[in-house]
């Protein structure tokens, strides 16, 4: 499998197909820059690419984040990087990012273990009340889903855009230095493997409650994009949050997600 033009032949100081030995994957592409990895390594995907196929790029021109929305992804600043998860069982669609989110936090403890990550459902990693990472997870065809990872490392307050000062973080902003993206990397190519090659129908009770302990959501008023508010009590074993609304409980699969502090503040999105 060949590259697209462009394509490196080092990152980090290393060939590439040395990447794909140490993070047992069966291939790895790395640019300087692409409009997303997640865009490239579906083309990939459809061609045939196998399980844990790898893209990542210094910078994105074009990141992607939820619903549209735009990804900050400046040069040699982070982690930005895309995987294949085929499977032959259906996996619902609320699950796929709670594991990826799990694997995220999993690698960033070891890395640093003074650091506590948690989860925003659906698809956010938080640091102290800040977005540290998104995930980006895109059908591929039948039994495919392209994963995109982002993850801020290097950033000060001041290389985020103006509206994100307030609710940005980074890893060495948490007070983790010198951890380098292939670091970064390897962990979290490792802790996903263990999670999701190949990937559950639904989180057993031991990743329920892995999930639970990293769950930011639990116990606090939350308001969804369609409109239903109610105190979250935890995530289903099919990845969807469970909001308690006057005593019944609603599952709630898809769209976004605010903390609400009271009925007229808001944080995150």
Wanted: hydrophobic share 40%; aromatic share 4%; glycine share 12%.
């Amino acid at each position: 499998m060949s590259g697209a033009p462009g394509a490196l032949d080092r990152w980090e100081d290393r060939p590439v197909e040395e990447w794909a030995k140490r993070w047992d994957v069966p291939h790895v592409e790395a640019y300087d820059e692409l409009p997303s990895t997640n865009d490239r390594l579906r083309i990939l995907a459809e061609a045939g690419a196998p399980n844990f196929t790898v893209v990542t790029a210094d910078s994105q021109s074009a990141g992607k984040g939820r619903a549209g929305k735009s990804w900050e992804s400046s040069s040699g600043m982070g982690l930005w990087i895309s995987f294949l998860v085929r499977s032959d069982v259906e996996v619902p669609s609320a699950l796929v990012p709670i594991l990826v989110g799990l694997a995220a936090t999993r690698a960033l403890e070891r890395l640093c273990p003074s650091l506590r990550p948690g989860i925003k459902w659906p698809n956010d990693i938080e640091v102290e009340g800040r977005k540290l990472g998104g995930i980006l997870c895109e059908r591929a065809g039948a039994g495919a889903v392209v994963v995109g990872v982002g993850l801020n490392l290097h950033q000060g307050i001041e290389d985020f855009d103006p509206g994100l000062k307030e609710r940005a973080a980074s890893m060495e902003m948490a007070g983790c230095r010198g951890v380098s993206r292939s670091e970064v990397a390897g962990e979290l190519l490792s802790a996903a493997r263990s999670l999701m090659d190949p990937p559950p129908a639904s989180l057993d009770e031991r990743l329920r409650k892995e999930v639970r302990d990293r769950d930011i959501l639990t116990g606090r008023m939350v308001r969804t994009e369609v409109g239903v508010v109610g105190r979250a009590i935890g995530i289903a074993a099919d990845g969807a949050l469970l909001v308690e609304v006057e005593g019944r409980v609603q599952e709630i699969r898809a769209g976004g997600v605010m903390a609400v502090d009271n009925m007229n503040r808001f944080e995150g999105a």
